[in-house]
């Protein structure tokens, strides 16, 4: 006799497969998840092709053992794929087109200008790139931690649950932008860094709402019959209750695509965040604090400065706000 290990699996077998599921039919009607899907292949587009759009300069072609720019846009040639799968580190690097921290106006070197001497055209491109790299690896990490800490608090309750809820309320009791500013202050800014701090303040929440989901999935028939049967504790969690838990947690982690990504720009503008002329957004607006307000009479006269890299921002938490809340409501599934 064998027992479903998923009556959400069954609903999407029956109804022809994932793409046509109930929750997806909902979100191809939706015109705000449409148009938070296009924003977000936007930007993902541009991460991926960041090396055609924003072509490497100096230091990232010598890395790449080129001496022309011309390799990196033929996919016949290995620099092709290098680029574009591995990049080294120096391709993030932004390109000072300029040594004078005054703005230039964009034109034929800086098609967005420069910001105290960095291209922002650059930036902003290999920022993309940035923000979705932090924000896939920094998410992954956060869900596989919640999710394991929390259908374990969630499945076996008693002292297991009171221990780790307890060890959780110490998590949320510190602000997590204090805990992740004195951890990076403690430890100095860089890429491993942010990527600990932003996992050590971000996995509890996942927890919290993966062992609330588990706490109402362990008791449902099917969960009785798989125990009836002889099924491991481990067999239970992970094919019978962890994958009838995570449709909470869906919404939460596609907004949080959107958010990491703004924590680390947040980081960089105070300073904390990737070393300096790094591609990040959040440095471009750190260079353009001094240059906000124009000279006397010319209050604009620096505009692409902080319009550029703020409407790049704008954009990017628009299209996953709008994708996370269309993703919430059709995977809840209290909702019709």
Partial sequence: MAVSSAPA????????????????????????AITGFSLVVLFILTAILAPLIATPRENCLRDL????????????????????????????????????????????????????GYDIFYGLVWGARTALRFAVIIVSINLLIGITIGAISGFYGGWIDTIIQRFIDVIFSIPPLIMTIVLITVLRPSVPTLILALTITGWAGY?????????????????????????????????????????SIVAVAVLD??????????????????????????????????????????????WYVTFFPAITIILFSLGWNLLGSAARDAFDPRSK
């Fill in 257 to 302: 695509l959107g958010t990491v990504p703004l924590s680390i720009a947040g980081l960089s503008f105070l300073g904390l965040g990737l070393p300096v002329g790094y591609s990040d957004w959040g440095q471009l607006m750190a260079f353009a604090r001094t240059w906000i307000q124009g000279p006397a009479g010319q209050p604009f006269a620096y």
């Fill in 9 to 32: 699996a069954q609903t999407v077998a029956r109804e022809g497969g994932f793409w046509h599921s109930r929750p997806i039919r909902k979100m191809r009607r939706n015109p705000l």
């Fill in 207 to 247: 927890a919290r709402i993966v062992r609330g989901d588990i706490l109402r999935t362990r008791e449902l028939e099917y969960v009785d019959a798989a125990r009836s049967l002889g099924a491991l504790d481990w067999r239970l969690i992970a094919k019978h209750v962890v994958p009838n838990s995570l449709t």
């Fill in 65 to 116: 053992n080129l001496t022309s720019s011309s390799a990196v846009r033929n996919p016949a040639q290995g620099a092709f794929w290098q680029a574009i799968l591995a990049p080294p580190a120096s391709c993030y690097q932004i390109p000072r087109i300029s040594f004078d921290d005054t703005p230039n106006p964009p034109g034929e070197r800086a098609v967005f200008g420069t910001s105290r």
